[in-house]
C-alpha cells in the first residue's frame, strides 16, 4: 500500500453538479456532487468539526489480479480538542466516502475492496472510515439546516433578541409557540418574533432538537454558552 497525499481539481461532471463550498466563510472546499454538497453543509452545521479537507490521499494497493490500483476518499474531516473539564474523550479524525445509495448497491462488490482498504489505512492510522449515502445525509436534521440557514444572515434588533433570550432564559425549555403568545399580540409582531428565533436557532445562541421537524411545537433552550447577564 502506498499512500499520496493529493488534492482534488474540479472540473464538469458529467450527471452530476460540481463545485466550491464556503466552509465557515474560512476556505473553499471542493465537491463533485449535491450529495456532497449536502455533506459539507452538515460537517459546516456541527460545531465540534475542526476541520474538513477534500479527496486528503490517495492510497495506491494490489487488487485481486495484481494490477496496481488507486482509492481517493472523498473527505477527511478533523474534530475539535475536547473540553479537559468535561472529561470528553478525543473524536477520532474521519474518513469518508460519500455515495449515492443506487451506487452502492448496484456497484457494492466492484467497491468493496477499496473500502476494505480504506479502512485498513484508518484503522493504522487512528481514523475512522465511514460511508455516507442519500439516508445517512439527506435527513430531517439536514431539511432543518437549509430551512434556517435563509435566516442567518438577516439583521435583527439586538433589542428584540435580548427580549426573546431573556424571556427564554427565564423560563427554561419552552415551545415556540408559548414565546409567540407569551411576547407578541398582534400577527405582524409575531412573525417578527418567529423570524428572530429561526434566526437564533441558525446562529445557535437558541438550541432545539435539529434532528426533529421545526414547528411552533418546537421547544427550544437558551444555549448556555452565551453570556445571559449581558443580556439583562
Same mark, same amino acid.
Given at each position: 500500500?502506498?499512500?499520496?497525499? +493529493? $488534492? ?11 463545485? @466550491? #463550498?464556503?466552509?465557515? +466563510? ?18 459546516? #452545521? ?17 487488487? @485481486? ?33 460519500? +455515495? ?42 439536514? %431539511? ?17 433578541? $435580548? ?26 409582531? +409575531?412573525?417578527?418574533?418567529?423570524? $428572530? ?6 446562529? %445557535? ?7 426533529? %421537524? ?19
Amino acid at each position: 500500500m502506498r499512500i499520496s497525499m +493529493k $488534492n482534488r481539481k474540479i472540473g464538469y461532471t458529467y450527471g452530476s453538479v460540481s463545485g @466550491h #463550498f464556503s466552509f465557515r +466563510k474560512q476556505k473553499s472546499i471542493a465537491f463533485e456532487s449535491t450529495l456532497e454538497r449536502d455533506m459539507l453543509t452538515l460537517l459546516e #452545521f456541527n460545531d465540534s468539526v475542526e476541520d474538513v479537507i477534500e479527496q486528503p490521499l490517495t492510497i495506491e494497493y494490489k487488487n @485481486h489480479n495484481g494490477r496496481t490500483v488507486t482509492y481517493t476518499p472523498d473527505f477527511l474531516v478533523y474534530f475539535k480538542e475536547p473540553d479537559a473539564s468535561l472529561l470528553r474523550l478525543q473524536r477520532k479524525p474521519l474518513l469518508i466516502e460519500v +455515495k449515492p445509495t443506487e451506487k452502492l448497491q448496484k456497484h457494492f462488490q466492484d467497491l468493496r475492496p477499496r473500502f476494505k482498504i480504506a479502512m485498513q489505512y484508518a484503522h493504522a492510522n487512528d481514523m475512522i472510515f465511514k460511508i455516507y449515502d442519500e439516508r445517512r445525509i439527506r435527513t430531517q436534521y439536514l %431539511k432543518n439546516i437549509i430551512f434556517l440557514k435563509r435566516y442567518k444572515r438577516h439583521k435583527f434588533q439586538e433589542e428584540d433578541e $435580548n427580549l426573546i433570550l431573556t424571556y427564554i432564559h427565564s423560563i427554561g425549555n419552552i415551545s415556540i409557540e408559548y414565546v409567540l403568545e407569551a411576547l407578541a399580540v398582534t400577527k405582524e409582531q +409575531k412573525a417578527l418574533i418567529l423570524s $428572530n428565533i429561526w434566526g437564533l436557532l441558525s446562529q %445557535k445562541k437558541l438550541l432545539c432538537h435539529f434532528d426533529k %421537524k421545526l414547528n411552533l411545537q418546537t421547544e427550544v433552550w437558551i444555549n448556555n454558552t452565551i453570556e445571559i447577564g449581558a443580556l439583562q
